[in-house]
């Protein structure tokens, strides 16, 4: 049964953080708030739970294809192919916000990733998934609860987020509720700015 947690969102309380950080790093799957949608999360390390979140999407991890969310851009060389300066330039000025980039993946991806030629990196601008990949030390894997083209209320609001997710996640985190537009989702393979998907956020 998943633990509800009530953090602030603009001023999360740390003990509750690091409870979260405690439950990634024992293989436990999180639903946290975004600068978007409400999105699940784990610990991008733990293969085990990888697969636990690859089931809940009802895909064979090898075929998923989550994000992962970092806290600024200093994991990047870890997790993708060195980086022109323009392409860095405009990364560095979209984040925090609410875009998820594609970028070309790197040699040290973790073991999940391995076989995967891009991979995409999202800086969400919310104080609560910050904090977590800070205290956590890395990135998090995460995608996200809403359905795909669909606007479905139990993705806004955290109490029926933890109805529906209460057997297969461990912490709910409740700060509120939650947007129903997702992350725009920007191609940079290229080096030329590429919009994939639009959503909340605009170029």
């Not at 998820?100 to 991806?109: M, P, R």
Request: hydrophobic share 40%.
């Amino acid at each position: 049964m998943a633990k509800i947690i009530r953090i602030h969102p603009d001023n999360p309380q740390e003990n509750l953080i690091d409870e979260v950080v405690k439950t990634l790093n024992s293989g436990g799957l999180i639903i946290y708030p975004s600068d978007t949608v409400y999105a699940l999360g784990c610990n991008i390390f733990d293969i085990r739970a990888m697969e636990r979140l690859a089931a809940i999407k009802k895909l064979k991890l090898a075929k998923a294809q989550f994000s992962i969310i970092c806290n600024d851009l200093g994991h990047l060389s870890t997790f993708t192919r060195p980086i022109d300066t323009p392409v860095f330039r405009f990364l560095k000025s979209k984040i925090p916000g609410p875009f998820t980039f594609i970028l070309e993946a790197g040699k040290s991806l973790p073991l999940a990733y391995k076989g995967n030629k891009t991979v995409g990196i999202r800086v969400p601008d919310h104080m609560i998934p910050q904090m977590i990949v800070e205290k956590l030390g890395h990135p998090i894997a995460s995608t996200s609860v809403k359905d795909e083209d669909e606007v479905i209320e139990y993705s806004t609001d955290p109490e029926l987020i933890a109805e529906k997710f209460d057997h297969l996640v461990d912490i709910v985190i409740d700060s509120g509720f939650g947007d129903n537009v997702a992350s725009t989702i920007i191609d940079l393979t290229t080096g030329e700015p590429e919009i994939i998907r639009q959503g909340k956020g605009e170029l």
